[in-house]
């Protein structure tokens, strides 16, 4: 889900959507114009050289049903398989409220990257009913994964948005029925807020602990988590502000951090808490220039996990206006400060999902060139730090997971 700073974006993250302004007819047009005033005639800009592999996941010409892709998910599973998940947006390509038939499509790669499988639908409801915004946990611990996505009954109860959630026990090779978790992560005086749970991923603590966040627009961000292994759900009822699509990670102190999307700012917010949750303290972070698109921050490798050094890794559009430049930079301080990071695309670039492979390379998946194309991209460290920097597996392996951090 997308900003309403410019025409050409849209997203639950923002209080209107330019399918109120404009009739889906006029989107084409609205699109070409905005893109020849940002960057004139120049159209052809390429994937940065030295890439290990790009292929182009979801893109518009897929299928001629499908009006696009958006809203990119990629997580490690437990035996090292990548699982790629989006939206397929049918009639139009337009968020959750605005489409009668937004399903939830995954794609599987057991070769780090290399090939995939066939399109898989996870979520598919009759037509009137959405789903819409991907997220996904893994579970070391119990081998499951976890998908998460906001859900919409269009013809019975428009702008209400469900929280639901799906399972994998089997490294997403299939995916159990879909439960709806809203009366456990949101109060029921939000019943017609507008409240969406970010997408992307969650994470697990090192207590096992899994914790994810959702944006309710009238209140704030939250937290919420289980304790369980997902058997049951809760929320932190301590609104986070200013922040809109955020990610949480754990840091090696144990501190939780949320990296924030905040619209009209021009840069990101990050919040800390040293007490799981219970006080947050902000700041804004004007070195992540952000132009208030969703992005993606995890954690790399620690030094408690046999590491050398503590890595986090953060992915977004590096602009202050405009979605494009998609970088990857990385933070040898826990996110005090970043390097400049490498730019993998100069165009037209939006939300990204980062994840490391089994073999230790960094995978990102984003969406580029106006939500036409979806790709999936893996690189070295060596190669994002231009030889300053590069990755060695622990001598000690302290689980089978090492490459999930």
């Known amino acids: 889900m997308c ?13 209107r959507s330019i399918f109120q302004i404009y009739h889906e007819k006029k989107f084409s047009i609205i699109v070409a114009l905005i893109t020849l005033n940002s960057f004139g005639q120049k159209t052809d800009f390429q994937i940065a050289e030295g890439v290990k592999i790009y292929q182009d996941l979801f893109n518009t010409s897929m299928n001629e049903n499908v009006k696009c892709y958006r809203i990119p998910s990629i997580v490690t599973a437990p035996n090292g398989d990548l699982i790629a998940t989006i939206d397929e947006r049918v009639p139009n390509c337009g968020d959750l409220k605005w489409s009668k038939d937004i399903n939830i499509i995954v ?10 499988s066939a399109i898989e639908t996870v979520v598919d409801f009759p037509f009137g009913k959405s789903a819409s915004d991907p997220s996904m946990i893994v579970d070391i ?5 976890f998908l998460f996505y906001n859900y919409m009954d269009l013809d019975t109860e428009k702008n209400v948005y469900y929280l639901h959630i799906v399972k994998s026990a089997d490294n997403g090779k299939t995916w159990g029925e879909p439960v709806d978790i809203t009366s456990q992560i949101a109060k029921p005086e939000w019943h017609k807020d507008f409240k969406f749970i970010t997408s992307g991923r969650g994470i697990q603590t090192r207590s096992g602990k899994l914790l994810h966040t959702m944006v309710n627009l009238n209140s704030g961000l939250h937290v919420f988590g289980s304790d369980d292994h997902g058997k049951t759900w809760y929320f932190i009822d301590n609104p986070i502000q200013p922040a809109n699509e955020s990610k949480i990670i754990e840091l090696a102190d144990g501190t939780l951090m949320i990296n924030s999307r905040v619209s009209k700012k021009g840069f990101r917010y990050v919040h800390t808490s040293t007490d799981e949750g219970k006080t947050w303290e902000t700041k804004a972070d004007p070195e992540l220039i952000d132009p208030g698109c969703n992005a993606s921050i995890i954690r790399y490798t620690s030094i408690e996990k046999g590491y ?14 405009e979605r494009v430049n998609m970088t990857v930079r990385v933070s040898y301080d826990e996110g005090k400060t970043w390097t400049e990071g490498k730019t993998i695309y100069e165009g ?15 995978g990102l998946f984003f969406e580029q060139d106006q939500y036409t ?5 893996s690189f070295s460290l060596k190669w994002l730090t231009d030889g300053k920097d590069k990755y060695k597996k622990p001598k000690k392996q302290f689980n089978n997971y090492s490459f999930l951090n």
């Open 3 to 15: 900003s309403l700073n410019y025409i050409k974006t849209t997203s639950p993250g923002d209080f």
């Open 107 to 116: 794609r599987r790669s057991a070769d780090n990257g290399k090939t995939w």
């Open 141 to 145: 611990v119990t081998n499951e994964i």
């Open 308 to 321: 050398k050094k503590n890595r986090l890794l953060f992915s977004n559009a590096k602009s202050e206006k």
């Open 348 to 362: 037209l670039s939006a939300y990204s999902s980062l994840t490391i492979l089994k073999n230790g390379d960094i």
């Open 373 to 377: 194309k979806n790709p999936f991209i």
